[in-house]
């Protein structure tokens, strides 16, 4: 099996692998424009088909296939060298078994267009009216993959298999058992091949070796051999492969084909009735059958819807814990807030506790300073006392009365002196005196 990935330079390129080492891979399922618009092997091989139209396919594939986590992706234009009858065998018989084990399938739909919104109805009527539904190989690319996940033209994604189940019901008449991956060997062979009635295949062998997946059989391409050939090979191989299949009348032969007025195209046979069943029995068959596949129909309806409706109440709740895991962090980061400013303002009530206190100290510290300097002045006053004697003073007082003395010292000093030397002589009305003029 060969796997295009995106090397560093942008450029795609081929990868083989083999059964016990494929790692997980993307696949994309499409419509095929003319063959010159797709990209071929040989393109890849080359690094050529850049200007072609069926590039922008793989550009969209490799960018969903990134989005999902993977490095690999299939796309049949360019994975399977064509030009080996051999190889393309072996592709056609594994194709079923490689969407099967795809890790995603992407459908891109390029007559499908979103534009810039049309109302919802519009793009789902376009949706089911899609060439893609229409084509003999998209059958096995539909039911054979566990996700599959359709896209517009422009790339934007409409829904996946599941969640358009309806449209697709309603589209396909395949039975929603079927579309939600239940076995498709529990369904009888005459159901099957009537989800091919309408589909369309280029070349008319291909109706028959498109199917060889749903029924888990495997032959060898004939190309030439025709459709009628290609079919009674087919039904030959379903009656080996499977016992419990609704086995095919040996008498009975495929339908005369049918071409498209306007393609050409070979379009699949119904699966006949044996021919020992009368019309009447075939037609209360037939009933039966229609009122069963309806009915379980509903059931499988009814389930999906109640599956929906139990996911629609996980999600409320879902949405309603978030609200409250959100309500709970808001608080939180108030509460943090809060408790945030209240550190702010006990580190300025701190900060401004400290600024009181240094300025305390400062003043304390001041005021021993200013002590320091009075006893110091006072000593200074006391020592100056000893050098002057009682002749100075009484010269100094007599003249500081007479208010022309003016000594080197301010007068404030000598008025101290004074008072102290009339304390010495025990002079009080000295004292007063000065006291009086001070």
Not at 95 to 108: D, L
Request: with cysteine; glycine share 4%.
């Amino acid at each position: 099996m060969r796997l295009l990935h995106v090397k560093d330079d942008g450029e795609f390129s081929l990868v083989e692998f083999f059964s016990n080492s494929i790692p997980l891979y993307a696949i994309l399922s499409h419509t095929w424009g003319a063959d010159d618009d797709e990209v071929s092997f040989k393109n890849i091989v080359k690094g050529r088909g850049k200007g072609k139209a069926g590039y922008d396919k793989l550009a969209f594939c490799a960018k969903q296939t990134a989005s999902a986590g993977l490095r690999y992706f299939w796309i049949d234009t360019c994975c399977i060298d064509k030009s080996s009858s051999a190889e393309l065998t072996e592709a056609i018989n594994s194709m079923f078994r490689w969407y099967q084990n795809a890790a995603r399938c992407y459908v891109y739909l390029a007559d499908v267009s979103v534009g810039k919104g049309p109302p919802p109805q519009t793009w789902k009527q376009t949706f089911q009216q899609s060439r893609w539904f229409t084509r003999g190989w998209t059958l096995q690319e539909l039911l054979a993959p566990k996700s599959v996940e359709f896209f517009s033209a422009e790339g934007e994604r409409l829904g996946d298999k599941y969640s358009l189940i309806q449209e697709i019901y309603e589209t396909t008449g395949i039975s929603i058992q079927a579309l939600q991956g239940g076995s498709l060997f529990q369904i009888s062979v005459d159901e099957r091949l009537s989800w091919a009635e309408k589909r369309e295949t280029k070349r008319e062998e291909d109706a028959a070796y498109s199917l060889l997946g749903l029924f888990d059989v495997h032959m060898p391409l004939i190309y030439g051999e025709g459709r009628e050939k290609a079919f009674i090979r087919l039904d030959r191989e379903i009656r080996r492969g499977s016992e419990h299949a609704m086995s095919l009348s040996t008498n009975r032969k495929p339908l005369p084909s049918q071409s498209s007025s306007h393609t050409g195209e070979i379009r699949y046979p119904l699966s006949d009735y044996s021919a020992s069943t009368s019309s009447q029995d075939l037609a209360a068959v037939e009933v039966e059958k229609k009122q069963a596949m309806k009915a379980e129909n509903e059931r499988v309806i009814a389930i999906y819807e109640a599956r929906e409706a139990a996911k629609a109440d996980n999600e409320r709740a879902m949405k309603a814990e978030r609200e409250r895991i959100i309500a709970e962090f808001v608080a939180r980061e108030q509460r943090e807030e809060i408790i945030l400013q209240l550190k702010v303002e006990e580190e300025e009530r701190k900060r401004k506790e400290k600024e009181e206190w240094e300025r305390f100290l400062f003043k304390q510290k001041q005021k021993e300073e200013d002590s320091k300097a009075e006893y110091q002045n006072d000593n200074d006053l006391d020592m100056d006392m000893q050098n002057y004697d009682d002749m100075d003073m009484r010269m100094w007082w007599d003249e500081a009365l007479s208010s022309t003395f003016n000594p080197p010292n301010s007068y404030q000093k000598v008025a101290v002196l004074l008072i102290k030397w009339a304390n010495r002589l025990e002079a009080p009305e000295i004292t007063e005196e000065v006291c009086s003029l001070w």
